[in-house]
């Protein structure tokens, strides 16, 4: 038991290095990423701090290069489910039992090994899994996940901080308990810091993790738990299990045990999900903590006193960078007459100049999307719009599979507001367009609010306050992250807690206190100092 009231070193962003030509952090990278490529890895599982290797043995390939091997994972079944809840059950008592800062500690750790020599390691694998660019992979695989670490054990500290008041007498306490089970984590391909934030978040807490990731994220996920493990992670505490969905759902749903669900992935994912947790709510010892973020429909509104340039840029920025697979990505855009002349042009230079392929290559601002399935479906959506009468290709539009799954970056004009690109998530380099007539602004923004079933992210571009003030109640419910005169992509944690709601989730702001409340369970302390020895009260007398 400590005797003093600790406090963690405040949290600062971590900065996002350059790679600058000529710099030290990318001649390492470029070495790394060197050796790393040509070195074979077989990845385990890992359930109770052991390596559980299985003979089912699936492949590994960079999106980017499909021809090239960079190893194998183990796939798991069911049983290794089983043996993964049990491990972290036997963990638990003992973890929470530890002091919380002991457990910050071990976090606080893993920023700093990520942040140093980690760095290119993790950046690295992210580039060669998942196809990330130098920049984007700084931006996610370091900077956001040494954040997440950060400032979540500030924040679990200011949680712990906030207590009751107590009158004369008494003495109140409230103290922060984890969940009673085990933790359920499923992660995305899509950014590595969200992978270990969604298993993290719940651990520093007190709580036990069992991590699904997302197969094409499996090459970097091993990093991380190299990293948990360095950082002093005890055994069982997490535990990474390759199993198919269903297989891990059958294991997992049904458990008494089963106290939370920590999930970024699909809509209808998450819904079914959804459903099966309550088809078995019997079951549980408590109602589990359902946490969820699930995409968008992202928008970009420009009114017409935007500055063009500006928008321009944000809708190239933001719908193309690490090639529209980010949840927040710029998937619609509505842009007013009169500066469509400028931006069109402005959007067509721009999409002209941008160089794909791989990401090994640094001059290349576009890379691979994630994997073939993903690669058809976008690619489905722009040859039925190269066909289509409501709709017509502005630039790009072109890909190959031949090499790697490349996609121009491809920008659709909709003579329709409600055409399918303007309605569907594509998750993809692919952005769509409807130009408005600027005497419709107020009907346009209505019309952003009702088209999509998301509310995840959305931007608004104007030099009117008016306008902008318009916007922002008008899409008051439309997104969950909404910039003024910025792109919708780029949230950082301790400044944009990022999450939406409607079909975009349970909007639980991920890099905020917010989300950590969800994995906790309070638990009120009344101690009466002088507890009273008569039971009768003055009002009798």
């Known amino acids: 038991m400590a005797d003093a009231f600790f406090e963690v070193p405040v949290a600062v962003n971590e900065p996002v290095l350059s790679y ?43 999106p980017h290069e499909i021809k090239h091997e960079l190893g194998t994972f183990s796939k798991g079944k069911a049983s290794h489910v089983s043996d993964a809840i049990k491990a972290a059950l036997k963990a638990k008592p003992a973890w929470e039992a530890m002091p919380w800062q002991d457990r910050a500690a071990i976090f606080l750790k893993a920023a700093d090994l990520l942040s140093g020599p980690y760095r290119a390691k993790m950046n690295a694998a992210t580039m060669l899994a998942q196809s990330k660019n130098a920049y984007q ?3 996610d695989a370091v900077a956001e ?20 008041e107590s009158p004369a007498g008494i003495w109140n306490r409230m103290e922060f308990r984890p969940l009673e089970g085990f933790v359920f984590a499923i992660t995305p391909f899509n950014f590595t810091s969200i992978a270990a934030n969604l298993a993290a978040a719940p651990a520093m807490l007190g709580n036990v993790v069992v991590w699904k990731p997302a197969e094409t994220q499996i090459y970097s996920a091993q990093v991380i738990m190299e990293l948990f493990q360095e950082a002093g992670l005890p055994d069982g505490v997490i535990n990474l299990v390759y199993v198919d969905g269903p297989a891990a759902g059958e294991v997992v749903f049904k458990h008494p045990d089963f106290a939370g669900l920590h999930f970024t992935g699909s809509t209808g994912v998450f819904q079914r999900l959804w459903q099966t947790i309550g088809e078995n709510i019997s079951r549980y010892k408590t109602y589990p903590r359902i946490v969820g973020e699930t995409g968008g429909k992202d928008f970009v509104v420009a009114h017409s006193s935007a500055n063009p340039d500006q928008v321009s840029t944000a809708l190239i920025r933001a719908a193309f960078e690490f090639q529209g697979q980010k949840c927040s990505a710029a998937s619609r855009a509505y842009i007013p007459k009169n500066l469509w002349g400028k931006i069109s042009k402005n959007l067509v230079r721009d999409v002209n100049s941008i160089k794909v392929g791989s990401p090994e290559d640094f001059g290349n601002f576009v890379n691979a999307v994630i994997d073939e399935r993903s690669f058809n479906k976008i690619t489905n959506y722009i040859t039925k719009a190269k066909k289509s009468k409501k709709a017509s290709i502005l630039v790009g539009g072109e890909y190959s599979k031949k090499e790697g799954y490349f996609i121009q970056p491809t920008i659709i004009v909709a003579k329709d507001p409600k055409y399918t690109t303007m309605c569907e998530e594509i998750f993809g380099p692919v952005l769509t367009i409807y130009v408005y007539d600027p005497k419709k602004y107020e009907k346009t923004l209505k019309l952003v609010d009702e088209t999509s079933p998301y509310a995840l992210t959305g931007a608004i571009f104007a030099k009117d306050r008016g306008a902008i003030l318009t916007a922002s109640n008008i899409l008051k419910h439309a997104a969950g992250n909404f910039y003024i005169n910025d792109k919708p992509t780029g949230a950082v944690v301790g400044q944009q807690p990022f999450g939406g709601a409607r079909a975009s989730g349970t909007n639980d702001k991920a890099g905020s206190v917010l989300n950590l409340y969800r994995w906790l369970s309070p638990r009120t302390i009344k101690e009466c100092l002088v507890p009273p020895t008569d039971y009768r009260y003055p009002f009798l007398g």
């Open 145 to 164: 996940m040494a954040d997440f670490f950060r400032f979540n054990a500030q924040y679990m500290t200011e949680i712990y901080t906030e207590q009751p």
């Open 20 to 62: 600058a030509p000529g710099s030290p952090e990318k001649e390492l990278l470029v070495r790394t990423l060197a050796k790393m490529k040509k070195t074979k890895v077989d990845i385990p599982m890992y359930i109770g701090g052991k390596k559980v290797r299985t003979s089912q043995k699936v492949k590994m390939y960079p």
């Open 137 to 139: 992979a700084e931006i």
